[in-house]
């Protein structure tokens, strides 16, 4: 089956530095994306990753590894409206989006 | 109109009743999915359409019907709602593969009673 795992949950300091993982375990591989989500609202768009290595945006930056089945995205300079979950996807070898459950990230002050 | 929009935003529904989620999209992309997102499950894809005049089945499809006459509308239809329906429900689009990332409406929360 398909599968990607994140964690359920994690907590940092403002001004601090997160790294989110996320593997997977899919039948092929055409790219992986990272979402943020607030609460009660539209997933949006962070960043896509086709090829090995790291994307930075910004204070944002997001890390592939293909041969392990692993990304991570970073997260610098932690603000309080950071505060969000996290949800990546990776589009299968049918060209369709499977989705990790996502991790909630709780900044404190 | 800018991106895609959902309508209603929220809604009571009685079981047993029928129901359609509209979804509306002005960037002409090529493909629609609509996925229910329940805490702790993730975003669930129920229905998708690679183009108008096609659609496919997703991961959750029981009980939800939708049709693609056009480019622009992707609705979904519950036929005879029941309370395990009760959800979020994302409208989304894409083009290019969906490799230039999925462009989302702002949700339909949904609750079945």
């Known amino acids: 089956g398909q599968n990607i795992d994140q964690p359920t949950e994690m907590t940092a300091t403002e001004g601090a530095i997160v790294q989110i993982n996320c593997t997977y375990q899919t039948s092929g591989f055409n790219g992986l994306f990272w979402y943020q989500q607030h609460a009660g609202e539209a997933p949006t768009f962070l960043s896509y990753n086709v090829l090995d290595g790291l994307e930075e945006k910004g204070r944002f930056s997001s890390f592939l590894s293909r041969s392990k089945g692993y990304s991570y995205l970073l997260l610098k300079e932690l603000q309080m409206k950071d505060s969000a979950s996290y949800l990546c996807a990776v589009i299968d070898s049918n060209y369709q989006l499977i989705w990790g459950a996502g991790t909630k990230l709780i900044i404190k002050p | 109109i800018a991106g895609i929009t959902q309508a209603p935003t929220s809604q009571i529904l009685a079981a047993g009743r029928r129901m359609t989620l509209r979804c509306t999209q002005d960037m002409r992309h090529n493909a629609m999915y609509w996925y229910r997102q329940d805490l702790g499950l993730g975003l669930r894809l129920i229905h998708y359409s690679n183009t108008a005049g096609t659609t496919g089945k997703g991961e959750v499809p029981d009980g939800y019907s939708v049709s693609r006459a056009n480019t622009d509308d992707f609705p979904l239809t519950l036929a005879s709602a029941v309370p395990s329906q009760t959800s979020v429900y994302f409208c989304?689009?894409?083009?290019?593969?969906?490799?230039?990332?999925?462009?989302f409406g702002s949700g339909t929360r949904l609750t079945v009673v």
């Open positions: 989304a689009s894409s083009d290019k593969g969906g490799s230039y990332g999925y462009t």
